[in-house]
């Protein structure tokens, strides 16, 4: 972990990204200790913490009252609104993953 944080400060836009789903399978107790870790060592990175919280609002909600700054959320788009709305609240941002427009699975639509 330590190269990995050294190794990010040479950039100015780079994020520490949790894997997709981490809420479900390492729990937000976890997350938020892994994010006072950050801030006691390299707090320059706590607000670089990025949570893919998959489908789930309330692993979004969790993130934002653990003081995540950076989610992402791929669920419906009505629900994705009050969850920006709550991050704008929170100093936080909530965030679509990108999904190319580009199919790999069928390239002979190019």
């Known amino acids: 972990m330590e190269a990995v944080i050294q ?8 994020l520490l990204c949790l894997p997709p789903h981490a809420p479900s399978y ?4 976890i997350i938020w200790g892994f994010l006072a ?5 390299h ?3 706590a607000d670089r913490l990025a ?10 909600m ?3 009252r653990h003081e995540i700054k950076i989610c992402f959320f791929k ?15 929170k100093g936080a ?3 679509a993953p990108f999904i190319s427009p580009i199919d790999p699975i069928n390239c002979s639509t190019l």
């Open 75 to 89: 669920g419906a788009p009505e629900v994705f609104e009050k969850l920006q709305d709550m991050g704008l609240q």
């Open 93 to 95: 941002v909530i965030y």
């Open 26 to 29: 390492m729990g937000m107790g």
């Open 43 to 45: 707090p320059a990175w």
């Open 7 to 14: 190794g990010g400060n040479q950039l100015d836009h780079s």
């Open 62 to 64: 969790g993130a934002l």
């Open 51 to 60: 949570v893919d919280c998959g489908e789930e609002a309330g692993y979004v």
């Open 37 to 41: 870790y950050l801030k006691e060592h």
